[in-house]
């Protein structure tokens, strides 16, 4: 998916996955009928990319701060990418 938001280009097939919702439950690989990947552009910019199989709904991209991705990243549970990789810094040592 493309899209220009802000006079900026966001697009699925250029930028890199980090992480979704992604996942295979023996018949698809939707959660309630949506799915959210998040990926990271070549100039290192953050958005969401949310489809959905609902009527009436349509797909989506948001752009995101580095702060809201790092938020978003803890919440999906399917990682394609580290956290220093991702983000450029290790997480916090608790």
């Known amino acids: 998916m493309k899209e220009i938001i ?11 996955l980090i992480a979704s919702d992604d996942y295979w439950d023996g018949r ?14 070549v100039k ?6 949310r489809i959905t199989h609902w ?5 989506s991209i948001t752009p995101l701060s580095k702060d809201e991705a790092m938020e978003i990243y803890e ?3 399917e990682k394609a990418m580290e956290y ?3 983000f450029g810094v290790d997480p916090e040592i608790a």
């Open 6 to 16: 802000d006079r900026k280009l966001y697009d699925t097939d250029t930028a890199n």
């Open 28 to 41: 698809n690989t939707t959660r309630q009928g949506r799915n959210s990947y998040m990926y990271k552009t």
């Open 44 to 49: 290192g910019s953050f958005f969401v990319h």
């Open 55 to 59: 009527q009436g709904e349509l797909d």
């Open 75 to 77: 919440s999906l549970p």
């Open 84 to 86: 220093k990789e991702a």
